[in-house]
Every structure is written in C-alpha cells, then in structure tokens.
C-alpha cells in the first residue's frame, strides 16, 4: 500500500493563474475524493469519481474549479483564473468501490497552494 | 444535508488524563461516523468507524467512540492520553444511501503535556 500521492506538495502562484494539481490514489481503490481545507477549518467536500465517471460535482466552488479522472486511475484538479481566495490545502482521498459509502475514505498529504 | 459539530476547539490535557472530545451531528437518516486523527506534518488518518451493530467502536492506539443515536452523538474516547497524541482529531460523517461524501466537523486541537 504506497498510499494517496498528491503533486504538487507546494504551489505557489500569483493571481489570475490557473493551477493544475494531480492526485494518484491507492492502486485497487476505484473511488476518487477531492477536498479543500481551509486554515481552523475540516475538509470540505468538492467532488468525486467513480472509476471515470464524476458522480458528484454540484459542491465545486465555481465554475473556475473542474476535475478530470480520464482513465479512472489518477485525477487532476484545475482552478482557472485564481484569487485569493483559493488559498487552502487540497486533499484527495480514496476509496474501495466494494460495500456503499461504508469504506473509509484514505487520504494524500495534500497540495497547498497559496496566491500572491 | 448534513453538518457537524465540535464544541471543543482547543484541548490542553497532561499526560495519562483522560479524554472525550465531542462530536454531533445533525441528519435525519442513517449515518457512517467516523474519527480522523492528524498528527503534526502527516496526512489525515481513520482512527476509527462505526457503520451499524455495537455502539461502542474501538480504535487503533486505544481510542474508542460511542454512538448515541437519541443525542446525535459520536463523541471519542481515550482513558490516558500520551504526548504521541497530540495532533488535530476530525469528526465526520457520510449519510448512507446518499453519495460518498463526508462531512466533516471543524476540528479539535489536542496539545497533551508531557
């Protein structure tokens, strides 16, 4: 088990960039979670896949936040046009498919990405 | 949709006290509950999990949780904390039969003296 692996660790940009993060999951996981965490705050959902199909997106920010898993293996998280705002941690978790919403969900180290 | 709360955003025990932190949820259905421990520069990691059957969940590393229906409850447990435990503790849930994701509380810090 070589665990959730998120890339970058670190993204520094100026305002008004796009950024693009990735995340490989766990290799027999067929669920996919994106989350942001703000600074005092818990995780806050975004979206989800299954295989390659996005279940679930209607909780991504604005229409500037889209996510792809074009194989149904790793994932990439976009912002276009960045502000301030983004600032925070991404966290990407996932999951075995087997048994409902009742497997836990295993968790990356994250992205930080901060905006100048 | 659902929402948690933990009251108890900063703890500050010594070593071997006891502990409970608070967890409620609001959501009229049935629910997974989980904890979530992060320790300092690691990523989020489950300490425990209750899906049905026995209230009384018990962890990893000697932490328990018991499920109060009546009170929306999930409030962890651990009988003598050691400094290795200090680290940021999340509640969360997800509601069965309504998608995967997990809600989250905002979080308690625990900070154990040695």
Redesign the interface.
């Given at each position: 088990d070589t665990?959730?692996s998120q890339d970058p660790r670190h993204k520094i940009t100026k305002r008004g960039q796009n950024v693009t993060f990735r995340c490989d999951p766990i290799s027999e996981h067929n669920?996919l979670?994106w989350?942001r965490q703000t600074l005092?705050?818990?995780?806050?959902?975004l979206t989800?896949f299954q295989n390659e199909a996005q279940?679930?997106k209607s909780?991504l920010l604005s229409d500037r936040f889209s996510a792809e898993r074009p194989k149904g293996s790793f994932s990439t998280l976009e912002i276009q046009r960045t502000e301030q705002g983004d600032s925070a941690m991404y966290?990407c978790?996932s999951?075995s498919g087997r048994g409902?919403?009742?497997q836990?969900?295993?968790?990356?180290?994250?992205t930080r990405l901060s905006i100048l | 949709a659902q929402s948690v709360s933990q009251h108890n955003h900063h703890v500050i025990l010594s070593e071997a006290a006891s502990l409970e932190l608070g967890c409620n949820y609001s959501y009229g259905g049935t629910v997974n509950l989980f904890w979530y421990v992060q320790y300092p520069g690691q990523h989020l990691q489950l300490l425990l999990k209750y899906f049905s059957g026995d209230p009384l969940v018990k962890g990893i590393k000697g932490f328990e949780a018991e499920f109060i229906k009546s009170k929306f409850s999930f409030n962890l447990r651990k009988p003598s904390v050691q400094w290795s435990d200090t680290a940021e503790y999340f509640c969360a849930v997800n509601a069965q039969n309504a998608g995967n994701m997990l809600t989250f509380g905002g979080g308690t810090r625990l900070m154990v003296k040695p």
């Open positions: 665990g959730v669920r979670y989350y005092g705050q818990g995780p806050e959902f989800y279940l679930e909780r966290l978790a999951s409902g919403s009742n836990p969900q295993h968790f990356g180290d994250g | -």
